[in-house]
């Protein structure tokens, strides 16, 4: 079996219309989690140093990173956040008709 790169994979798959629309709809669900990843990454630090920093588990970064924010708080955020060095920023926005 060939191996194909995430990116060549994930631009084929974006040109199906159905497929795009869902993957767009769920982009700002995951953006947090992206730019999470983003920063630890720029930073070399893994899920486990990460989660030392902050005094917590690597799956709770795993969850994290997934988009899975159930039970979210904002003093986990700024830990997360003091940890990569960065300031998290909270906006409501008004839904859209």
């Known amino acids: 079996m060939k191996s194909v790169p995430f990116e060549s994979f994930r631009e084929k798959q974006l040109k199906k219309p159905e497929l795009k629309k869902e993957y767009d709809a769920l982009e700002k669900e995951f953006a947090l989690a992206k730019e999470i990843i983003g920063l630890r990454k720029r930073q070399n630090l893994t899920q486990k140093q990460l989660a030392e920093r902050i005094g917590t588990s690597q799956p709770a970064i795993a969850r994290l990173e997934s988009g899975s924010y159930?039970?979210?708080s904002l003093s986990f955020l700024r830990r997360?956040?003091?940890a990569l060095g960065a300031i998290p920023e909270i906006h409501l926005k008004e839904k859209e008709a």
């Open 80 to 82: 997360v956040a003091e």
């Open 70 to 72: 159930e039970n979210l």
